[in-house]
């Protein structure tokens, strides 16, 4: 699958924010957690003081004290992310703080804590095999480690660490993008729901990767919410939300007065309120839907970049989604004009087509067939006698009994309707049904005397109804026949001219269609698949 790829302008020149003092501050990110392993309580305390005031990045730092590597173990499965270890070597054995960092290292496998030495003994562990046979990334030495030493340690063990989650956040975060996509044109032009809700689960996922999510106590609803909408004459339809209902939110109207701003800025997220992001979906600059999320403190430069990406592969898809829509359409005005064409050459009226193709979809639906293929069998329907084009009127037309010869002329229509319908691949179905509706189940029909299911299922099912709708139909050569006697005709054919199955099936529907479903009309069931 190729991903579509666009200029994007570098987040932060595009970012747009109202209004603009509620922007949440990366202040407010929670503390950086620093684990500090030493069995002096002295050393500890001087550490905690040392430490008391400390910021980096806007964020202050939390302290964990452990007096052994045993107790440090304990700490560090408990805690769900600390950026530094500040580990002695000499606790309840002379290599305790030495044995941490292989386990943390090499059983663990964590490689993004920043693991210090510092050692109050350095001849139980000298600096330079220390280094050289330890994953560490500082060594330090207690008489030398003054409060200013020990702040330009930390900071510069911080500032790694954070560029590290960074790198981290964006492979992730890419690999998401990446992975997300290709699904998002794999989904069926009649399952369009199932795309928003995948789209909406997938940036919800991106964005507890990438983003930073309001702590537990700052928030209303719990979790990362939000909700995907397309743009409809100028109205928002929420088409899929996470157990929110963003209809009732006093901040929706907001949205819609935020797309204009969208044109100018490009597809940057806009902050709507504190914690409440809107993200344009935009095709040739233009809006088309947005997707709107809850419960986000703050985005970094990376998460904006991320989401933005993401936002041109959604908008991508959703236009794909739509010119697919739209060929259909095509496909199926083309299948109308011609199945027309074929009716005047004969004496039915339109109403012909119409209703074989109302009885194949219901007779379809009927044997199990998914509502997609029914549909296509009730296209491809409205094409079986368009062979007709190609026949004489004289013979087409004739009001009384044809010659033997005339008949074999009228066979002829399968092949010719097979020949127009070739010069498609679209119409595939169409060109069974034009070739084989003839054929019988016991193989004494035409054009090629298939048996059984040779036929193709779609010609099964139209041969049925189109017998059925000939026999209750008024022709220049015979009278209609009431339907009782139409459907026993059916019947009696049941196992020769026709499938048992098919037989069984075009009857239920027909004693029970009021009762199961109603006319299902063409229309009804194309109004499904509009995106």
Request: proline share 5%; aromatic share 6%; hydrophobic share 40%.
């Amino acid at each position: 699958m190729k991903i579509i790829r666009k200029s994007i302008a570098p987040p932060p020149q595009n970012f747009v924010s109202f209004p603009p003092e509620e922007m949440p501050v990366e202040s407010r990110g929670d503390p950086w957690t620093i684990l500090v392993v030493d069995d002096d309580p002295d050393i500890l305390a001087v550490t905690r003081i040392s430490l008391k005031d400390f910021h980096f990045s806007g964020r202050p730092v939390r302290l964990l004290c452990a007096g052994s590597a045993k107790e440090a173990l304990h700490i560090y499965h408990s805690e769900m992310e600390i950026a530094v270890a500040l580990i002695d070597v000499v606790m309840e054995t002379d290599d305790a703080g030495l044995r941490l960092v292989k386990t943390i290292r090499e059983e663990i496998k964590d490689r993004t804590i920043r693991l210090i030495i510092r050692t109050g003994q350095p001849g139980h562990a000298p600096e330079r095999f220390v280094i050289d046979n330890y994953d560490i990334d500082d060594y330090k030495d207690k008489t030398e480690l003054t409060s200013i030493k020990l702040y330009t340690t930390v900071r510069s063990a911080l500032k790694s660490y954070r560029d590290l989650k960074l790198i981290e956040t964006n492979r992730q975060g890419l690999e998401m993008v990446l992975k997300a996509a290709p699904g998002m044109y794999l989904h069926p032009v009649n399952e369009i729901q199932g795309f928003f809700k995948d789209a909406l689960s997938q940036v919800i996922r991106l964005c507890q990767t990438a983003c930073h999510v309001l702590p537990h106590e700052n928030r209303d609803h719990g979790a990362i919410q939000g909700f995907i909408a397309t743009l409809e004459k100028g109205d928002l339809k929420i088409r899929a939300t996470s157990e929110w209902n963003a209809l009732e939110q006093p901040w929706a109207k907001i949205v819609l007065a935020g797309i204009d701003k969208v044109t100018a800025t490009g597809c940057s997220p806009v902050v709507i309120a504190p914690g409440q992001v809107m993200l344009p979906l935009l095709v040739h600059h233009k809006p088309i839907g947005v997707i709107v999320l809850d419960n986000l403190s703050y985005l970094t430069d990376n998460g904006r970049y991320l989401m933005e990406v993401f936002a041109i592969q959604c908008a991508s898809a959703l236009e794909n989604f739509r010119l697919y829509d739209e060929l259909e359409g095509a496909n199926r005005r083309a299948m109308r004009m011609l199945a027309v064409a074929a009716e005047f050459k004969d004496t039915e009226t339109g109403d012909h087509v119409k209703r074989l193709a109302r009885q194949t979809i219901e007779t379809a639906l009927e044997l199990g067939c998914s509502e997609e293929v029914a549909l296509e069998m009730g296209q491809a329907s409205m094409m079986h006698d368009i062979g007709k084009i190609g026949i004489p009127d004289a013979v087409l037309l004739k009001p009384g009994k044809l010659t033997d010869d005339e008949f074999e002329v009228i066979k002829s229509h399968p092949g010719i309707g097979a020949t127009i319908l070739s010069e498609d691949g679209n119409f595939k179905v169409a060109l069974q049904v034009a070739l084989s509706h003839h054929e019988r189940w016991d193989g004494t029909g035409y054009p090629s005397g298939l048996k059984g299911e040779e036929i193709p299922l779609a010609a099964r099912i139209v041969s049925v109804v189109d017998v059925f709708d000939a026999l209750v139909s008024a022709r220049p050569y015979k009278k209609a026949w009431p339907v009782a006697d139409a459907l026993a005709e059916i019947r009696r054919g049941s196992g020769s001219h026709f499938d048992p199955t098919i037989v069984d099936a075009f009857l239920r529907t027909h004693r029970h269609r009021a009762e199961l479903r109603g006319d299902v009309t063409i229309k009804e069931v194309l109004s499904s698949r509009t995106i």
